[in-house]
């Protein structure tokens, strides 16, 4: 089984729907991520979670939020979706005190049309 | 902040060619420094990384990076390259309070037989 699982792979959906992307890891890390990735744009932080209290904003969190339910949990949504959030999205975790992502999941590729 | 440039969007070799993949960043200080690979339809694996002390840096893989302060560079290196090689190769700066990554823009690599 995969360390950090996303759910769905694939989902294709409407303008203004709302829409959650899970994450779940079974690495025991407190440590987690979600990244977007756009062709030739390298991967952008949305949101990221030190432990199950913590959330913190990264560079392009406008338009998504995320939920940590558990240590192993993470899911971000998107409240009402837009065409310009069509993309590959990740979830990632870290190890120990260690700030760099260093597990990935598959992604999650996200149309919105 | 801090900023990560990959001059190559595609670089192409032949199988067993020796590799070099360019990476700039911008930063007032020491960052932290990181190679990222990925392969198609699959997240993002750490090759290696670069925190402090000898600037050549060995990852996994057979590949190997130097840190070169007056140049701004993290290139990543391999003697020789294999066709199960070809991935998308991703340059990050971890600086400021939390060193959680800037991505560069990826270089996509090629391997002809």
């Known amino acids: 089984d995969a360390d950090v699982t996303q759910t769905p792979r694939n989902r294709i959906t409407k303008t203004g729907k709302r829409i959650m992307l899970e994450c779940s890891q079974t690495k025991g890390h407190d440590r987690m991520y979600w990244y977007r990735q756009d062709p030739g744009l390298g991967l952008q932080l949305i949101y990221y979670s030190f432990d199950v209290k913590d959330i913190n904003k990264g560079e392009i969190s406008d338009g998504y939020s995320v939920s940590r339910q558990a240590q192993a949990k993470f899911s971000l949504s998107l409240e009402s979706a837009i065409p310009n959030q069509t993309a590959l999205y990740f979830c990632?975790?870290?190890?120990?005190?260690?700030?760099?992502?260093?597990?990935f999941g598959d992604g999650t590729r996200l149309s919105i049309l | 902040a801090q900023s990560v440039t990959q001059p190559d969007i595609h670089i192409t070799v032949s199988e067993g060619a020796s590799l070099e993949l360019r990476c700039n960043y911008s930063y007032g200080a020491t960052p932290y420094l990181f190679w990222y690979v990925q392969s198609p339809g699959q997240g993002l694996q750490l090759l290696l990384k670069y925190f402090s002390g000898d600037t050549l840096v060995q990852g996994i893989k057979g590949f190997e990076a130097e840190f070169k302060r007056s140049q701004s560079s993290f290139n990543l290196r391999k003697p020789s390259v294999h066709w199960s090689d070809a991935a998308e190769y991703f340059c990050?700066?971890?600086?400021?309070?939390?060193?959680?990554?800037?991505f560069g823009r990826g270089t996509s690599l090629i391997v002809h037989p």
């Open positions: 990050a700066v971890g600086a400021g309070g939390s060193y959680i990554p800037t």
């Open positions: 990632a975790t870290s190890e120990g005190t260690s700030n760099q992502p260093q597990h």
